[in-house]
């Protein structure tokens, strides 16, 4: 007998330290950027969310370089991951980039990112119980209950996620009396 894993989620976790650097430039730019624009109407549920291409503003430009050079290293390893997987060396490109301010009582609703092959959250500020970042099992239905079927993680400053992009997700309500911040990104396939 033989017991199989099949159709394997590779995660990718880590910390960007740079995030010192510019994290008070940044959560000044970022207000002053949500009290001039409206939020996008996506999965943010109370809260502000940019559009998804805000990165190529020209007031932005400061910040791009920094974004870059944060996530370049997890572009290149979601590759190499799936070169392991596939024997295909992929072209990867971040496509957008998006960033959510979450007041108390907001969340994000439960969402897939579709027309993409990985996506991924940057925490920028995160207060002890601003909401986990929750990933739900995309097969659920077939386990009964028997197996956990949802994998939390607890918003950490500088901590990145990558997932795969089909992967269903959500963040629990903000409990802290202060704003959580974060970056939101997606990778995707060209040929």
Known sequence: MESLEIF?????????????EYKEDLVDYLYDFSSKNESSAASNIGGWQSNSFMYREPSFKPFRNW???TFEPYITKVAQSIEELGNNSPNLELYNVWFNINETDTFNMMHTHPHSIY????WIKAPEDCGNLVLVDPSKHNVFGLVPTEYEFEPIEGNIVLFPSHVPHYVKPNNSDEDRISVSFNIVLYK
């Not at 394997?8 to 010192?20: E, F, S, T, V």
């Not at 996506?119 to 940057?122: A, C, D, N, P, T």
């Open 119 to 122: 996506s991924g959250v940057m």
């Open 8 to 20: 394997p989620a590779r995660l990718i976790k880590g910390h960007a330290p740079m995030l010192n």
């Open 67 to 69: 974004m870059w050079n």
